[in-house]
């Protein structure tokens, strides 16, 4: 029986959409670009995420290897965390989960600085209970290791938590660590996910 869920943020408490807000900033040519050059490789995951390189580091590193984009780059360095606004749906979801009585966690990719301005901004990190994010401990999803973390700082078992996701092949993460697991698509759909197909209650 599932007693504790565990929502990602990216996507899921806080919106992301960073192709449509840098089009809207820059135009429909230099937006993708922009997007590609900042987050699109593995280097973001590898470094940044993992929390070895800092958002600074990442955008001077780029700006250099992009020198036309070099003025973007660094004036997203400064913005970017803006794009992530919350998301009144999952906020009132995790609310009434939490009324009733089920522990709520959250588990993420994210480098420390903007995490920071988002456990400071987003009221949804008042109502749950703790959790786990990339940079702080040196593991990202969707390897196994993160989720195992996640269930041992919190001595959860794996077959009573269930984890929601915006991104596929964190859901098949999930899923490989034995967590019951859903692909995130609106809060909506995750409610029904919980109570029709796992039985919670509230």
């Given at each position: 029986?599932?007693k504790n869920v565990v929502f990602d943020i990216a996507g899921v408490i806080a919106d992301w959409r960073p192709l449509?807000?840098?089009?809207?900033?820059?135009?429909?040519?230099?937006?993708?670009?922009?997007?590609?050059?900042?987050?699109?490789?593995?280097?973001?995951?590898?470094?940044?995420?993992?929390?070895?390189?800092?958002?600074e580091e990442l955008f001077r590193h780029q700006a250099e290897a992009f020198p036309e984009l070099a003025a973007e780059?660094?004036?997203?360095?400064?913005?970017?965390?803006?794009?992530?606004?919350?998301?009144?749906?999952?906020?009132?979801?995790?609310?009434?989960?939490?009324?009733?009585?089920?522990?709520?966690?959250?588990?993420?990719?994210?480098?420390?600085?903007?995490?920071?301005?988002?456990?400071?901004?987003?009221?949804?990190?008042?109502?749950?209970?703790?959790?786990?994010?990339?940079?702080?401990?040196?593991?990202?999803?969707?390897?196994?290791?993160?989720?195992?973390?996640?269930?041992?700082?919190y001595g959860l078992a794996a077959g009573e938590t269930v984890f929601t996701d915006d991104t596929p092949v964190n859901?098949?993460?999930?899923?490989?660590?034995?967590?019951?697991?859903?692909?995130?698509?609106?809060?909506?759909?995750?409610?029904?996910?919980?109570?029709?197909?796992?039985?919670?209650?509230?």
């Amino acid at each position: 029986m599932v007693k504790n869920v565990v929502f990602d943020i990216a996507g899921v408490i806080a919106d992301w959409r960073p192709l449509d807000w840098l089009v809207k900033r820059l135009g429909p040519e230099t937006g993708p670009k922009v997007l590609a050059a900042a987050f699109g490789s593995d280097y973001w995951m590898e470094n940044v995420d993992m929390g070895f390189v800092t958002e600074e580091e990442l955008f001077r590193h780029q700006a250099e290897a992009f020198p036309e984009l070099a003025a973007e780059l660094t004036a997203l360095d400064r913005e970017w965390h803006t794009i992530l606004q919350p998301l009144a749906d999952t906020e009132d979801l995790i609310r009434r989960l939490k009324a009733a009585g089920y522990p709520v966690y959250f588990l993420s990719n994210f480098p420390e600085r903007t995490f920071r301005y988002l456990w400071e901004h987003l009221p949804a990190f008042r109502l749950v209970d703790g959790g786990v994010v990339s940079w702080e401990v040196h593991q990202v999803k969707p390897n196994a290791d993160i989720f195992r973390t996640l269930l041992a700082k919190y001595g959860l078992a794996a077959g009573e938590t269930v984890f929601t996701d915006d991104t596929p092949v964190n859901v098949e993460g999930a899923k490989a660590a034995g967590l019951f697991a859903w692909h995130f698509t609106g809060a909506a759909g995750f409610e029904n996910y919980l109570k029709e197909e796992l039985g919670l209650k509230f």
